[in-house]
């Protein structure tokens, strides 16, 4: 069966809690993407997202916000062990280890922004005008990017 194309993801994390320096000194430049805690962003990762999509690494709640660097995602959608933990800031009491509630995915980094891609950056582009994050309201912290947008981001960043 022939792989599908290609999708793209950007994923917010809030710098002081995960940057992305963080995912690229982390071993292997891995890590769980843990802690998902929206239906929605839950259900992309379980239901759409592949190994090999790339995913544009946003620091979110940062001065300025935007795109921080390059991932990919390299392990599929699995049960999120932080929501059964008790100890964990992210953990669920209605969660069900026989039916799990939140999932995540792994995803490695690739290479960093050569420049920070600024929310503002991202607003002033005619090209990115339907891009999920410039949106008004748009809070989700996994979004869809749409093939051309990953490019002209990727350009805009200097890659």
């Known amino acids: 069966m022939p792989r599908r ?4 993801w950007l994923m917010k994390s809030e710098p002081d809690v995960f940057s992305f320096d963080d995912l690229m000194a982390a071993k292997g430049r891995r890590t769980m993407w843990d802690g998902v805690r929206n239906y929605q962003a839950r259900n992309f990762m379980r239901d759409d997202m592949a190994v090999g999509d790339g995913v544009l690494f946003y620091h979110s709640n940062a001065k300025p916000p935007g795109v921080a660097g390059f ?31 939140w999932m995540l995915v792994d995803i490695a980094g690739v290479e960093s922004a050569p420049n920070l891609v600024s929310l503002e950056d991202l607003k002033a582009n005619p090209k990115l005008s339907e891009m999920a994050v410039v949106q008004r309201g ?18 805009m960043a200097g890659l």
């Open 5 to 8: 194309a290609t999708r793209y």
């Open 71 to 101: 991932a990919e995602v390299v392990r599929e959608a699995y049960p999120d062990p932080t929501a059964l933990d008790p100890k964990d800031p992210h953990f669920d009491p209605k969660s069900d280890p026989e039916d799990p509630r």
């Open 138 to 155: 748009s809070r989700l912290s996994v979004q869809p990017v749409t093939a051309d947008e990953w490019k002209v981001v990727r350009k």
